[in-house]
């Protein structure tokens, strides 16, 4: 088969996620199935895959799905822990003394602590902590979930001290002998060229990411306002933009010099330390008269609810008194314990020693071995957490156990979703295309699998422009695979070679594999386990591919804007002019979108 037959038939089980998830609105309960079942076909039928490959490839997802369901337990453990104790009241009197307009809350809640905890854990978990903190301090689940996906961008190319940079640039590029003998050209070492692409990371990032806690604000009130309007978002221009520039600086400043582990852990961390105190003096914040509230409960729509909504927050017990500090200790704990985890390598080992990690070694004679340290999840630390709450706020045993009661119940209809998910992304990746009849007239494609396939083929189709296009593949890569890492893994490699085919040299060639990192970290935005895990936190289900279609915004925006500046910088016109032509055109396009806002809500009011 050609290049072009071959990724048509790559694209169908991404097409038929997209078609029932987004399209049809199907839950990702029933649409996640029929993608495994298409994935399984495809791979047995038409790529050649055998049997036992594509078995062991089933069980590595099963085993990957539930660890996530891990992550999402503990998380939803622990909001369940402080609201049961009475914590959560404090926590919310403590927000709304800081400002009680929902932009802000959600841009120190979502953007900038769920960064942090991006930075020292990653995979999925700032959502999975940020949405049901939201949602206990009163935001719609539908909007506490949105606004904790579009933050799956800026910080995750550094989520977990630097994973998808440390392992998944460093995996994919790393003794390549295209790559290597490159580097012997130029003189300079892999450590150095790893380097040089972080700094290309964080610079990108460091612009494009900037906007993001605008686009929360935006969205926020374009969907969750009676107006329907972008623009009440956007009159907190100020605070979003120094909010954003109090992340980014000392991001992009710690990448240049520290390199990929700590830029969103120490970002996020001093953006925190500057914007709180500012907040509480009124630096930056919208005018009294201009707070933005949700309206009152009886008439939020149906689709905003989550279970988590339902669920009255426990009357506080006036004999238990809890300090702010107290109340917000388990999270403390939390983000220090990730820390230590991913930092002190004797803590690492031991967390990972052989006694408490699970092997399954060549699964069905697949040649594929799946293990798992459920110490060193991130669930664990949120048990940890909550066990540290348990005892810090002296709970009833009574009331402890009903945490853990609704924590399960929680958890239990996303992970039918995440079972058959995370098994066919696992397929997806685990293709090699045989020989034989579908590889008879592209032989040089024999081995690649479906998200190379993809790759190539659009590698071909956008020559020259591939730099713009890279970005978008990324992103690609982390919406099958579940991951930026995996994405990275997956591409890094094909990325600098376009690149060099395309002409450009070595440290060009770098710019475009740090032009996929950044896509890689957007595309977390609509990675579907991400989707489905924030919204079992706050019991929000069925409603995966409506939060899909609302967060295609900021992720054509990133992506757009990401392969433009990449495109800017290779061919070296990237100068104050092209940084004033890319904010006109931004603020071109917002004005846009705020007066079609604007006329729609305007005519949905007019009578029929």
Same mark, same amino acid.
């Given at each position: 088969?050609?290049?072009?037959?071959?990724?048509?038939?790559?694209?169908?089980?991404?097409?038929?996620?997209?078609?029932?998830?987004?399209?049809?609105?199907?839950?990702?309960?029933?649409?996640?199935?029929?993608?495994?079942?298409?994935?399984?076909?495809? /791979? %047995?039928? *038409?790529?050649?895959?055998?049997?036992?490959?594509?078995? +062991? !490839?089933?069980?590595? #997802?099963?085993?990957? =799905?539930?660890?996530?369901?891990?992550?999402?337990?503990?998380?939803?453990?622990?909001?369940?822990?402080?609201?049961?104790?009475?914590?959560?009241?404090?926590?919310?009197?403590?927000?709304?003394?800081?400002?009680?307009?929902?932009?802000?809350? /959600? %841009?120190? *809640?979502?953007?900038?602590?769920?960064?942090?905890?991006? +930075? !020292?854990?990653?995979? #999925?978990?700032?959502? =999975?902590?940020?949405?049901?903190?939201?949602?206990?301090?009163?935001?719609?689940?539908?909007?506490?979930?949105?606004?904790?996906?579009?933050?799956?961008?800026?910080?995750?190319?550094?989520?977990?001290?630097?994973?998808?940079?440390?392992?998944?640039?460093?995996?994919?590029?790393?003794?390549?002998?295209?790559?290597?003998?490159?580097?012997?050209?130029? #003189?300079?070492?892999?450590?150095?060229?790893?380097?040089?692409?972080?700094?290309?990371?964080?610079?990108?990032?460091?612009?494009?990411?900037?906007?993001?806690?605008?686009?929360?604000?935006?969205?926020?009130?374009?969907?969750?306002?009676?107006?329907?309007?972008?623009?009440?978002?956007?009159?907190?221009?100020?605070?979003?933009?120094?909010?954003?520039?109090?992340?980014?600086?000392?991001?992009?400043?710690?990448?240049?010099?520290?390199?990929?582990?700590?830029?969103?852990?120490?970002?996020?961390?001093?953006?925190?330390?500057?914007?709180?105190?500012?907040?509480?003096?009124?630096?930056?914040?919208?005018?009294?008269?201009?707070?933005?509230?949700?309206?009152?409960?009886?008439?939020?729509?149906?689709?905003?609810?989550?279970?988590?909504?339902?669920?009255?927050?426990?009357?506080?017990?006036?004999?238990?008194?809890?300090?702010?500090?107290?109340?917000?200790?388990?999270?403390?704990?939390?983000?220090?314990?990730?820390?230590?985890?991913?930092?002190?390598?004797?803590?690492?080992?031991?967390?990972?020693?052989?006694?408490?990690?699970?092997?399954?070694?060549?699964?069905?004679?697949?040649?594929?071995?799946?293990?798992?340290?459920?110490?060193?999840?991130?669930?664990?630390?949120?048990?940890?957490?909550?066990?540290?709450?348990?005892?810090?706020?002296?709970?009833?045993?009574?009331?402890?156990?009903?945490?853990?009661?609704?924590?399960?119940?929680?958890?239990?209809?996303?992970?039918?979703?995440?079972?058959?998910?995370?098994?066919?992304?696992?397929?997806?990746?685990?293709?090699?295309?045989?020989?034989?009849?579908?590889?008879?007239?592209?032989?040089?494609?024999?081995?690649?699998?479906?998200?190379?396939?993809?790759?190539?083929?659009?590698?071909?189709?956008?020559?020259?422009?591939?730099?713009?296009?890279?970005?978008?593949?990324?992103?690609?890569?982390?919406?099958?695979?579940?991951?930026?890492?995996?994405?990275?893994?997956?591409?890094?490699?094909?990325?600098?070679?376009?690149?060099?085919?395309?002409?450009?040299?070595?440290?060009?060639?770098?710019?475009?594999?740090?032009?996929?990192?950044?896509?890689?970290?957007?595309?977390?935005?609509?990675?579907?386990?991400?989707?489905?895990?924030?919204?079992?936190?706050?019991?929000?289900?069925?409603?995966?591919?409506?939060?899909?279609?609302?967060?295609?915004?900021?992720?054509?925006?990133?992506?757009?804007?990401?392969?433009?500046?990449?495109?800017?910088?290779?061919?070296?016109?990237?100068?104050?002019?092209?940084?004033?032509?890319?904010?006109?055109?931004?603020?071109?396009?917002?004005?846009?979108?705020?007066?079609?806002?604007?006329?729609?809500?305007?005519?949905?009011?007019?009578?029929?």
């Amino acid at each position: 088969m050609s290049l072009l037959v071959l990724s048509i038939i790559a694209l169908l089980p991404i097409v038929t996620i997209f078609v029932f998830l987004v399209l049809f609105n199907w839950p990702a309960s029933r649409a996640m199935p029929v993608a495994l079942v298409v994935t399984t076909l495809i /791979a %047995i039928f *038409i790529w050649g895959t055998k049997a036992n490959i594509v078995a +062991g !490839a089933a069980f590595n #997802g099963l085993i990957t =799905a539930l660890e996530v369901i891990f992550i999402v337990f503990g998380a939803v453990l622990l909001l369940n822990t402080i609201k049961e104790s009475g914590a959560i009241h404090t926590i919310r009197n403590g927000f709304t003394t800081i400002s009680p307009d929902r932009r802000i809350q /959600a %841009i120190i *809640i979502a953007f900038l602590f769920g960064s942090f905890i991006e +930075g !020292a854990s990653g995979f #999925g978990t700032p959502a =999975a902590v940020a949405a049901p903190l939201l949602v206990a301090v009163g935001f719609p689940a539908l909007a506490a979930v949105m606004v904790s996906l579009v933050i799956q961008s800026t910080a995750v190319s550094f989520g977990a001290i630097g994973t998808p940079i440390q392992i998944g640039v460093s995996t994919g590029l790393a003794d390549q002998p295209a790559v290597m003998t490159a580097l012997e050209k130029t #003189g300079i070492g892999f450590p150095e060229y790893l380097l040089q692409i972080t700094t290309n990371i964080v610079l990108i990032h460091g612009i494009v990411g900037t906007l993001i806690p605008l686009f929360l604000a935006a969205l926020l009130t374009r969907f969750f306002s009676p107006s329907k309007s972008f623009r009440e978002g956007l009159k907190v221009w100020k605070f979003a933009i120094f909010a954003g520039l109090a992340f980014t600086i000392p991001y992009f400043l710690i990448g240049i010099t520290l390199g990929p582990e700590f830029p969103s852990l120490l970002g996020a961390l001093i953006s925190l330390i500057i914007v709180i105190p500012a907040a509480k003096r009124g630096v930056f914040m919208p005018n009294a008269e201009d707070t933005f509230e949700f309206p009152p409960r009886e008439k939020w729509e149906e689709e905003w609810f989550g279970k988590l909504n339902h669920e009255a927050a426990k009357p506080q017990d006036e004999s238990r008194k809890i300090s702010m500090l107290s109340a917000w200790m388990p999270y403390v704990v939390l983000a220090i314990l990730l820390v230590l985890s991913r930092t002190i390598d004797s803590f690492t080992a031991l967390l990972k020693h052989s006694a408490v990690t699970i092997t399954f070694d060549n699964m069905f004679e697949s040649g594929i071995t799946t293990a798992t340290a459920p110490l060193f999840l991130p669930g664990f630390f949120f048990i940890i957490a909550s066990l540290f709450g348990y005892l810090l706020y002296r709970m009833k045993p009574a009331e402890y156990a009903l945490a853990w009661k609704n924590s399960f119940l929680t958890v239990v209809t996303a992970g039918v979703a995440l079972i058959f998910a995370v098994p066919m992304i696992k397929i997806f990746l685990n293709t090699s295309l045989a020989t034989g009849k579908a590889a008879a007239d592209s032989a040089s494609l024999v081995g690649e699998n479906m998200p190379l396939i993809l790759a190539e083929s659009v590698s071909v189709v956008s020559g020259d422009f591939w730099p713009i296009v890279a970005p978008i593949v990324g992103a690609l890569g982390a919406f099958i695979a579940g991951s930026n890492t995996f994405s990275n893994m997956m591409f890094s490699l094909f990325q600098f070679g376009a690149a060099s085919n395309i002409g450009l040299d070595t440290a060009q060639a770098g710019i475009v594999v740090a032009m996929q990192a950044v896509g890689g970290a957007a595309g977390n935005m609509i990675c579907v386990h991400n989707v489905v895990a924030a919204s079992a936190t706050v019991g929000l289900i069925g409603k995966e591919g409506l939060l899909i279609r609302r967060v295609l915004f900021p992720l054509s925006y990133y992506l757009l804007t990401a392969g433009f500046l990449g495109m800017a910088i290779i061919h070296g016109v990237f100068n104050i002019w092209l940084l004033i032509a890319i904010i006109i055109a931004a603020s071109f396009i917002i004005k846009m979108a705020t007066d079609k806002s604007s006329l729609l809500a305007n005519t949905s009011r007019q009578p029929s």
